[in-house]
C-alpha cells in the first residue's frame, strides 16, 4: 500500500479496481493545515486522463501488475498472437499494441504487462529497422533549414517522414517509443 508521501511521476496506483500511471506530479505546502499532492492520472486500460488532488493521508493500493518477455507469432485479424516460454499463446488486440503493431516482426522479443491476466501494455525493443518499399523522388529546393522531408511507407505499411537522401530499398532504423526516423543503415 503506498501513501500520498510516495507519489512520484511513473508510479502506477490503483483505483476503483483499474491500474494508474502518473504522468505528472506537483507538491505543494500551504502555510497552514496538510500538503496537497497534485496528480495527473492516465488510465492504463481506456488510456482516460483525469487530473487529482490528495492530502499527505491519503491511501493507494498497489495495482497486480506483473512484466513478463514474450515473443511475436503471428498476426490473426484484429489480434496478434505472442508466445510466452511455455509456448502458450498470448493473444493481444491491436488496440492494446496501437502503431506498436507496424513494428512487430516474426519472433521479436517484446516485454508484456499484465493486469488480472490481460495484456495491457506491450514495449517493443527501441529501434527497429525496416526496408522503404515506397518513397517520392526527394526534390531539391529550400533546404536552408535542414529540416526538409518526405512521406515514406516501410515494411508493414506504416508510413514516416524520411530525409531526402532516403530511397526505396534502403534499410532505415525508426525509434519504436516515437514513431520517427533514426537513421539509415544502408541503402
Known amino acids: 500500500m503506498y501513501t500520498a508521501s510516495d507519489l512520484r511521476k511513473g508510479l502506477k496506483i490503483e483505483i476503483d479496481g483499474q491500474p494508474w500511471i502518473i504522468t505528472d ?8 493545515g496538510q500538503a496537497i499532492y497534485n496528480c495527473k492520472l492516465k488510465n492504463m486500460l481506456t488510456g482516460s486522463t483525469m487530473s487529482r488532488s490528495y492530502r499527505s493521508n491519503d491511501k493507494f493500493e498497489k ?22 516460454d511455455s509456448f502458450e499463446e498470448i493473444r493481444v488486440s491491436g488496440d ?37 518499399i515506397k518513397c517520392e523522388v526527394g526534390a531539391k529546393g529550400n533546404t536552408a533549414s535542414g529540416k526538409v522531408t518526405k512521406p515514406a511507407v516501410v515494411e508493414g505499411g506504416y508510413e514516416l517522414p524520411v530525409p531526402l537522401f532516403v530511397n526505396e530499398g534502403d534499410i532505415i532504423r525508426i525509434d519504436t517509443r516515437t514513431g520517427e526516423y533514426s537513421d539509415r543503415i544502408r541503402s
Not at 496501437?98 to 527501441?126: H, Q, T
Open 25 to 32: 506530479f506537483d507538491f505543494s505546502k500551504p502555510g497552514k
Open 63 to 84: 495495482p497486480e501488475l506483473s512484466q513478463t518477455t514474450i515473443r511475436f507469432s503471428y498476426e490473426d485479424g484484429n489480434a496478434y498472437v505472442f508466445l510466452n
Open 96 to 132: 492494446v499494441l496501437g502503431d506498436k503493431k507496424y513494428f512487430l516482426m516474426d519472433d521479436m522479443e517484446v516485454d508484456a504487462l499484465f493486469f488480472n491476466g490481460e495484456v495491457i501494455e506491450v514495449e517493443l525493443p527501441n529501434l527497429v529497422e525496416r526496408k522503404v
